[in-house]
């Protein structure tokens, strides 16, 4: 199988292809941080972004795409062009009819680092030693990529799009819930 894990940001975007070898093993295939300038008017820079993730799928030819799941930050400005690009890479994918996976942060670092709570250097880190890097992948929106297309490989039962429920991981299910639980009530 092979992955292209999507790390979404307007400013920087990591992007990282990883095939599957036998004995739960991996190998990295590219990786890369697609950049938009600040000063660009925002849809330039989606423009800009989204034409290279085209690119990267041409290229590489993916499975699966692994996108990180958007989490409500302080910066709303932040999170709104993280989630912008986390939807250009779901949509780079369906127009190819790749499926599209998603992954929370705690849930990638889990995977990668056995804890949820680990840092970028750790992270780092374990992707260097996973995929047998002489060097540790920089930036961190790098790294991230590649961590969310190994995270992917692992654990790959119901994180697809429009998969059954009942195969989520205890995070995904958690986040669900909390969707849910924001929209309130049905009536």
Known sequence: MRVLGVDPGLTRCGVGVVDSLPGRRAQMVA????????????????????????????????????????????????VMGTAQVAGLAMVAAARRGVPVA???????????????????????????????????????DAADALALAICHMWRPAGALQGGDRHQLTPAQRAWAAAEQASRGPRR
């Open 102 to 140: 998603m992954h929370t942060p705690s849930e990638v670092k889990a995977a990668v680092t056995g804890t949820g709570r680990a840092d970028k250097i750790q992270v780092q880190r374990m992707v260097a030693r996973i995929l047998g890097l002489a060097e540790l992948p920089k930036p961190a």
């Open 31 to 78: 990786v890369g941080v697609l950049q938009s300038p600040p000063d660009m008017s925002v849809d330039l820079r989606l423009l800009t972004i989204s034409q290279r993730l085209d690119a990267w799928m041409d290229e590489h030819v993916p499975d699966v795409v692994a996108v990180e799941r958007v989490f409500a930050q302080h910066n709303v400005s932040t």
